[in-house]
């Protein structure tokens, strides 16, 4: 109960096969177990109100304690325990803690449902997750920075994007998390807290639409609303198992929203299923500027190799199985440095002034972010617009109609005590993949596709195969990739 | 996977040890399982995504199934196998679903928080679940009844009673249900679901102050403010094991207040502990108007006769072991029917028109304890007004400034699938008990120092010792209540 760790790693059974679970998801093996308990620094308190013993045999019983956190509520853990060796030892626990009213990593408000749907529609049912950077008549927003928030004026009004989900019958069920300014793919909120990974017990999320994404990968939404500039739906889409679609530049209005940089930034959605990301899709695109895709794909070897060996190799069997050609897109890292140059500039144009105007408001990563996005000087900018038309013209030429296919993200998603060279190696590889799409303005779909067994846990990690597909093709992209799944 | 129940009663073993538990509560018994399988109208549907199997010894197993409810999110079940008598079934259960992003059951909305204190205080820290009666500026007042909220306008001011609790440090979590215009006490919302009970699995909450005492009770929350006018504090709390105070009528603002009957209306707080009750109370109340109470107890046998048997006995074994005098306080039925007569006047001069302007708005049995309101003529309320004021000076010189001891409630919180026969005849009890203090005007303190052996569950159902005292005794009734308590 002291949550002495020496002693837990010591009553837990030495094996491979010792397996813990709780509301977050299963690990196994007694090292996963033991360096999942050193990461969450400290166990909720609690006491025991009432033990029960069943006895299986001599060297085996099950024990099953109803706890009382101090925190109020209760909880239940059922343990397996067995003689081994001369001591008794855990083989198998069961954790389980009361609920807290919300969870604040994913969820700033919360209604049942905070903003009903206007009419009956074709989304009637379905639960959005509004990142916090949408006008929702009534609330604030907050960016994901408290200090932000408490300056906020209440909307007046709800950005377009969110109206077409409330017209079309859907409910948004509260406003959620995101990354600070959305400038991050990390997922990692120092003010509110990092949102579970539903895929990967003890990951990052994914962001900057962190929030959405949760809510959607737990079950506490059907429909995640965000935005991606430079992967924030793509990314937490792989980390998470998710369908998420970057919509094609300009195709939805960016009203009533917190920009980033308005040159890349689109809204996109997240969800469980593509059924729910076609409505979605359907009830917000002008459908009218949709255009037809066909099945041609393409892969671009230069860019898969910014992928981790892992990814790498899942994403080499699932191309195999299809016909594609390869294409060149010419120097990958110039074609992300023409992205990130434009990118800072624009977002240091945005947010800049508020930052100077509020030292100490961002945590460490985002506010170092935007340290060297204020260092872009006015030559270097015009340098990097120049390029970026350079970079449009032959993307264009080069991709065509064709569908390019890579992976969504470098790797699985990373741990979340994992180290700084290791987050920032995968970061890299990302922002790589991901700069085609914000280069071309195209649209962009992940589809949770691929999956790279993870030592600790029963299941594999998700990794999202990435659909790029010329401007306008948002909806065909969705039926392309459906035809790519196991159902489709 | 289906919900055959007749075959998961045939898959659970037996005996009286067979033994299941989810985030609600533990069961224990072949049969308590049946049963509260029966009552829960089908498991959420959900896929298999892993097997796991500890095998122990030829004849048991633990069998660990990782879940995917179609609704989204992943869930655990943990399951001991033996081979008994030819065939395998399940000796222990563990059941783990995704959490929902609220509870629509306990809560409306919720925030992180959803107002943060105006000021470090003595309740920082603490955080606030506010019964949908209250205006909370920026929200709307819903009072338990969808019809009531789609036309309440935003508050535009808060309500002196949820100020009070900001003003010292407390931020509010949430707005929170309660039944239809506060006029029950069973805590079954025909719109939003039944609370859950956080201390009796599978009974009714109590109400009014439902969602409160269940976001108290459940850790959601450490100071539920709700509001008591024949029960609605005091039987939440005796049905959860939590404190919960009547106050002194007329001592706590009652501004910005849906009410119900002014006569008996009073402002009143949930709590899991003394020490967060005397702050919240001390926060709120005139600490000048305050007075003090000695430790001097009456028992009212006909009062305590109310009682059901085994709440009686462990009654009759509490007071048994302090000193107290039997008091008379008259015909118990006649001091009900009283208050009855101007509750139920009052309530439909409150409520009356609108409710005649909404037909089908409230559930079935809201609507028909208004319709007996509406029933009660101007010569009954008049004998009624006399009867009381009767009544009052009877009391009065009876308890003078002595504390009043009987059960918070008759029973212990009936099963939410309990017959018709047994809710109304609790009710009836219950509302005997609790009259005393709406007659005086009197303090009322529940405290959760009594419990009774339910069949099926490892715990006792708690039970509140009701300590009614002098007006403006409130504060001092808390220090009587933790003397008797074992940490007292």
Chains 1, 2 share one sequence.
């Not at 325990?81 to 969820?107: C, D, K, T």
Request: aromatic letters at 6%.
């Amino acid at each position: 109960m002291g949550n002495d760790l020496r002693a837990l790693d010591q009553l837990f059974a030495r094996g491979a096969d010792t397996i813990r679970g709780d509301a977050a998801g299963i690990l196994i093996g007694h090292d996963a177990i033991s360096e999942f308990r050193q990461g969450r620094g400290g166990a909720p308190a609690r006491n025991i109100l009432h033990v029960e013993i069943v006895h299986i045999s001599d060297d085996a019983a099950l024990v099953i304690a109803i706890t009382a956190p101090l925190t109020g509520g209760r909880g239940q853990q059922t343990q397996l325990w067995r003689f081994e060796e001369g001591s008794w030892v855990v083989a198998a626990a069961h954790v389980a803690l009361p609920a807290p009213a919300v969870n604040r990593s994913i969820w700033r408000t919360v209604g049942t449902p905070l903003v009903a749907g206007i009419a009956a529609g074709v989304l009637s049912g379905e639960t959005v997750a509004v990142k916090d950077l949408y006008d929702v008549e009534g609330f604030p927003v907050g960016a994901g920075i408290p200090t932000y928030l408490a300056e906020s004026e209440i909307a007046t009004a709800t950005s377009p994007a969110v109206a077409a989900l409330l017209a079309a019958g859907a409910s948004i069920t509260g406003i959620s998390q995101t990354d600070e300014f959305a400038y991050s793919i990390a997922g990692r909120n120092p003010h509110y807290g990092t949102p579970p990974n539903a895929a990967v017990l003890g990951a990052v999320p994914g962001g900057s639409s962190s929030g959405p994404a949760s809510a959607v990968a737990t079950g506490q939404a059907s429909i995640g609303l965000g935005t991606d500039t430079a992967g924030s739906i793509r990314v937490p889409a792989s980390y998470q198992g998710l369908w998420g679609l970057r919509t094609t530049h300009g195709s939805v209005s960016m009203d009533r929203l917190v920009a980033l940089a308005p040159t890349f930034d689109t809204v996109g959605w997240l969800t469980r299923n593509a059924a729910t990301m076609r409505t979605a899709a359907e009830s917000t695109l002008d459908t009218t500027l949709q255009r037809a895709v066909e099945q041609r794909f393409v892969v671009a070897p230069a860019l898969a190799a910014y992928a981790e060996p892992a990814v790498a190799a899942a994403f080499d069997a699932l191309v195999a199985g299809l016909s594609t050609e390869d294409v060149d897109l010419g120097d990958i890292d110039e074609l992300f440095l023409t992205f990130r140059t434009v990118q800072a500039a624009e977002a240091w144009r945005t947010h800049g002034a508020w930052i100077e105007a509020h030292p100490g408001a961002l945590g460490e990563d985002v506010a170092g972010r935007f340290a060297f996005a204020s260092t872009i000087t006015p030559e270097q900018e015009s340098a990097g617009r120049k390029a970026l038309g350079a970079a449009r013209t032959r993307l264009e030429a080069a991709l065509g109609d064709r569908v390019l296919l890579l992976p969504s993200a470098s790797s699985v998603a990373p741990s979340v005590n994992a180290d700084a060279e290791l987050i920032e190696r995968t970061r890299q590889g990302t922002l790589r993949l991901t700069c085609v799409a914000g280069l071309t303005g195209r649209p962009a779909l992940s589809v949770p596709l691929m999956g790279v067994h993870q030592p600790g846990s029963l299941l594999d990690a998700p990794v999202g195969l990435c659909l790029v597909g010329p401007r306008f093709g948002d909806l065909a992209l969705i039926d392309v990739a459906e035809g790519l799944t196991p159902s489709g």
